[in-house]
């Protein structure tokens, strides 16, 4: 009688446990590395592309930011100033455009009668300045409670025509007059005196007075008690407040200007920088308010119909890696915010 054994449900054929244990062949390994560096470059290239992407947006989120703010110091120095400087009215017979200042990096090239293309904005100081803290607003340079009313033959008190260091007429030059040429547009000194009209028919009004502001041959005003101590006239003629004292309060430039590729703003300060024992006009601050300027343009507006002298600036900032490029225009009435 035959017998038979019981068969085990759960046994498993050779056969398929020795073709579990065998594990991957080599071109199997090979063709998992390969997809996997496949992958991996793939995946390294898109963090690159990410990481270059986020870093052109930093830079061009930085070239925004320093062009705004350097915009906002220009735009409320000419919002408080009470007297614009530069850029000037456009002068006849010259070969150029006094009105619009302009500057690029690269240089470009100036117009006719000019050798060199400048960009500059100039406004007298904020009476509402204190940088020194004493309670005497840092444009009342004799601290008598009044502002710019005592003028020497050299306007800035700086010992140069114009504004020193500061290629006033555009023309390409810089303090080539006279130090008292203070509109350093041509050989005349002393010329325009402080009486609410252009005497000397440049489009300018009241910029290049002498000593005797008024040019009346009087202490202040003829006939009138300046200084209230009930005398008249008394003094000298170049004593322009009646106070005793002459020449004593200057004009205050605040300036605007591009030096390499650099914008740079010019703060009077009331303050000894120069180490020459006094403070004159040759004092001030200087520091960079943006750096990669490519393009700085300043035009003024002229008035109409006995409305306010407005400004148009325009700045470019470049970025000198990526050549991105952020600009920046707007217009702002001078004194606007007084």
Same mark, same amino acid.
């Given at each position: 009688?035959?017998?038979?054994?019981?068969?085990? !449900?759960?046994?498993?054929?050779?056969?398929?446990?020795?073709?579990?244990?065998?594990?991957?062949?080599?071109?199997?390994?090979?063709?998992?590395?390969?997809?996997?560096?496949?992958?991996?470059?793939?995946?390294?290239?898109?963090?690159?592309?990410?990481?270059?992407?986020?870093?052109? +947006?930093?830079?061009?989120?930085?070239?925004?930011?320093?062009?705004?703010?350097?915009?906002?110091?220009?735009?409320?120095?000419?919002?408080?100033?009470?007297?614009?400087?530069?850029?000037?009215?456009?002068?006849?017979?010259?070969?150029?455009?006094?009105?619009?200042?302009?500057?690029?990096?690269?240089?470009?090239?100036?117009?006719?009668?000019?050798?060199?293309?400048?960009?500059?904005?100039?406004?007298?100081?904020?009476?509402?300045?204190?940088?020194?803290?004493?309670? +005497? %607003?840092?444009?009342?340079?004799?601290?008598?409670?009044?502002?710019?009313?005592?003028?020497?033959?050299?306007?800035?008190?700086?010992?140069?025509?114009?504004?020193?260091?500061?290629?006033?007429?555009?023309?390409?030059?810089?303090?080539?007059?006279?130090?008292?040429?203070?509109?350093?547009?041509?050989?005349?000194?002393?010329?325009?005196?402080?009486?609410?009209?252009?005497?000397?028919?440049?489009?300018?009004?009241?910029?290049?007075?002498?000593?005797?502001?008024?040019?009346?041959?009087? %202490?202040? +005003?003829?006939?009138?008690?300046?200084?209230?101590?009930?005398?008249?006239?008394?003094?000298?003629?170049?004593?322009?407040?009646?106070?005793?004292?002459?020449?004593?309060?200057?004009?205050?430039?605040?300036?605007?200007?591009?030096?390499?590729?650099?914008?740079?703003?010019?703060?009077?300060? %009331?303050?000894?920088?120069?180490?020459?024992?006094?403070?004159?006009?040759?004092?001030?601050?200087?520091?960079?308010?943006?750096?990669?300027?490519?393009?700085?343009?300043?035009?003024?507006? !002229?008035?109409?119909?006995?409305?306010?002298?407005? +400004?148009?600036?325009?700045?470019?900032?470049?970025? %000198?890696?990526?050549?991105?490029?952020?600009?920046?225009?707007?217009?702002?009435?001078?004194?606007?915010?007084?």
């Amino acid at each position: 009688m035959e017998t038979f054994a019981p068969s085990n !449900p759960w046994s498993v054929p050779m056969t398929n446990a020795t073709n579990q244990a065998r594990g991957f062949t080599l071109v199997e390994i090979l063709l998992s590395l390969a997809i996997g560096a496949i992958l991996l470059t793939a995946l390294a290239d898109v963090v690159a592309q990410s990481l270059h992407a986020g870093d052109r +947006i930093q830079r061009q989120q930085q070239l925004a930011s320093e062009a705004r703010f350097a915009l906002r110091r220009m735009v409320n120095a000419v919002g408080v100033t009470p007297r614009l400087l530069l850029p000037s009215p456009d002068l006849p017979g010259t070969g150029w455009s006094e009105h619009i200042r302009e500057q690029t990096i690269p240089p470009s090239a100036p117009e006719s009668g000019s050798v060199w293309a400048s960009a500059v904005l100039a406004v007298t100081l904020s009476h509402s300045v204190d940088l020194d803290g004493n309670g +005497i %607003p840092d444009a009342d340079n004799d601290g008598d409670g009044r502002i710019d009313e005592d003028l020497p033959d050299d306007i800035h008190l700086d010992y140069a025509s114009g504004i020193k260091g500061i290629d006033d007429d555009g023309d390409g030059y810089v303090d080539e007059a006279h130090s008292h040429n203070d509109d350093e547009f041509e050989a005349l000194n002393n010329e325009d005196w402080v009486n609410g009209q252009d005497d000397d028919a440049d489009g300018s009004i009241d910029e290049d007075p002498s000593s005797d502001m008024n040019a009346d041959g009087c %202490p202040g +005003i003829c006939g009138v008690d300046d200084d209230g101590d009930g005398s008249v006239d008394e003094g000298s003629d170049t004593d322009d407040d009646e106070d005793g004292g002459t020449q004593e309060d200057w004009l205050d430039p605040v300036v605007f200007h591009l030096v390499a590729g650099e914008l740079v703003e010019r703060t009077p300060v %009331p303050w000894d920088t120069t180490a020459d024992s006094v403070v004159d006009g040759r004092d001030y601050v200087a520091s960079t308010i943006a750096e990669n300027v490519t393009r700085f343009r300043v035009e003024r507006i !002229p008035p109409i119909d006995g409305g306010p002298v407005q +400004i148009d600036l325009t700045l470019v900032l470049t970025d %000198p890696l990526t050549g991105q490029t952020f600009s920046l225009q707007t217009r702002v009435r001078v004194g606007g915010a007084l």
